[in-house]
């Protein structure tokens, strides 16, 4: 088998062009880390040829990989820069927490489903990600051992803002979290905290799937 950074090169390179960078994405950080990450690693097999295609695939469990335009808009929200800590909210496949990774970002990220949480370990052991921490718990409480941090990334709605994120933000750090009253239809909100205030922008519509926990959804069966 070729390298797994030169398959797929073609389509991953187009993916960049046409929908992240073709859509205004700028920051160059995001769009070579876009670039880098092999994101057919990260589906079913059977659907790694539709990896690089303009939406979010089924990763099971109900669950999805976010369509490639989210995961560069959520990251460039972020403002992301080497050596800062960025915690992430639904591991999922991984492959959000592996772009900030190749954003040289120290990466921390919880995920609720068991079989999900196992499968991205795995994944991370064999592409070599090893300094990417993660944990199986409610990631709306955050991970409160290893806070505060300089980023907060949020890969699921729920109907607000979990106070346990914010508290967990270092000054001058930013999350970045789709929240909303209705299930499936969010807002991406960008918080920037300055002290004890928190700066909110609304960054426009997105659907993602529930965030399920304490502050999130009520939960289902399955979960930690
Ligand atoms: N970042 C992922 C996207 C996964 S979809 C990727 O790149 O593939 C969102 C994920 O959030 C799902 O795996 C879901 O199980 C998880 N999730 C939902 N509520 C959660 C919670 N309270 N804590 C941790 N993970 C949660």
Redesign the pocket.
Known sequence: MSSPSLEYRIPRERMVREQIAGRGVTDKAVLRAMGEVPRHL?VPEALAATAYDDRALP?G?G????QPYV?ALMCSLLEPGPGLSVL??????????AVLHALGMTVFT????RP?YLEARERFGRMGLHTVRTLL????LGWPDMGPFDRIIV??GGPGIPEALTEQLADGGILVIPAGRRRGEQHLMRVTRRGRNFDMRDCGPVA??????SY?WSGQAGAV
């Open positions: 990260f990763i469990h669950q999805t990989i976010s995961v992430e909210v639904g591991t999922g496949s991984g492959y959000q927490a919880v995920e609720r489903l999900l718990s409610d990631g709306t890969a699921a993602f799937v529930d965030l399920v926990g999130g």
